[in-house]
Nanobody, 115 residues
């Protein structure tokens, strides 16, 4: 069973940076499509970024050029580096993994960006 544990959320001022981490157990990050979703209050969950086993990345238009997804194979961890944060980036950020038809989700970490 794949388990995902996020960390790194918190309060940050607009224009600041934050790095989220997602530690994976029960699987290997390089076997999965790994990614981050977010859900703002009153809105649907949306894709932020994902990373394929081959290393290809995909970003939502709203975060292109500001966010970077990466992984550390030795730590079996996926990261989301968030720069130039805006108040509209405020949301609960969820890590997910997809492997052989199975989606796995973390519990989320809250990022609040103050103006």
């Amino acid at each position: 069973q794949v388990q995902l544990v996020e960390s790194g959320g918190g309060l940050v001022q607009a224009g600041g940076s934050r790095r989220l981490s997602c530690v994976v157990s029960g699987s290997i990050v390089t076997l999965n499509i790994m990614g981050w979703y977010r859900q703002a209050p009153g809105k649907q969950r949306e894709l932020v970024a994902d990373l394929t086993p081959g290393g290809s990345t995909n970003y939502a238009n709203a975060v292109k050029g500001r966010f970077t997804i990466s992984r550390d194979n030795t730590r079996n961890t996926v990261y989301l580096q968030m720069d130039s944060l805006k108040p509209e980036d405020t949301a609960v950020y969820y890590c997910y993994a997809y492997f052989k038809g199975v989606n796995s989700w973390g519990r989320g970490t809250l990022v609040t960006v103050s103006s």
